[in-house]
């Protein structure tokens, strides 16, 4: 059972950055890993995903102002942000794609990025 531990998040002005990080419990090499944010009375939405190979892709309202990263060796996921806004206040998410169609999705708890205007 793979667990991941997100850190990272906090209280930034509009304009700051944050870097969040992703722990795993174990390796994920074989693994999609993503992150997602959930604002308050809100669905849950993609941010930014790495494949195993290195591929990224981002929301588009982070283009531009995230950046996703993978350390295999560390079981690790990063999260960069800049640029912060207001509306990126979220409670950011973690996961780790099943690797097969009857695979498991892993999620972490969520760390809390508030940003102040």
């Known amino acids: 059972q793979l667990q991941l531990l997100e850190s990272g998040g906090g209280l930034v002005q509009a304009g700051g950055s944050l870097r969040l990080s992703c722990a795993a419990s174990?390796?994920?090499?074989?693994?999609?890993m993503g992150w997602y944010r959930q604002a308050p009375g809100k669905q849950r939405e993609l941010v930014a995903r790495i494949t195993s190979g290195g591929s990224t892709n981002y929301a588009d309202t982070v283009q531009g102002r995230a950046a996703i990263s993978r350390d295999n060796a560390k079981n690790t996921v990063y999260l960069q942000m800049n640029t912060l806004k207001p509306e990126d206040t979220a409670v950011y998410f973690c996961?780790?794609?099943?690797?097969?169609?009857?695979?498991?999705?892993?999620w972490g708890q969520g760390t809390q990025v508030t940003v102040s205007a």
């Open positions: 174990g390796s994920v090499l074989a693994h999609t």
């Open positions: 996961s780790a794609e099943a690797i097969t169609p009857w695979g498991k999705t892993y």
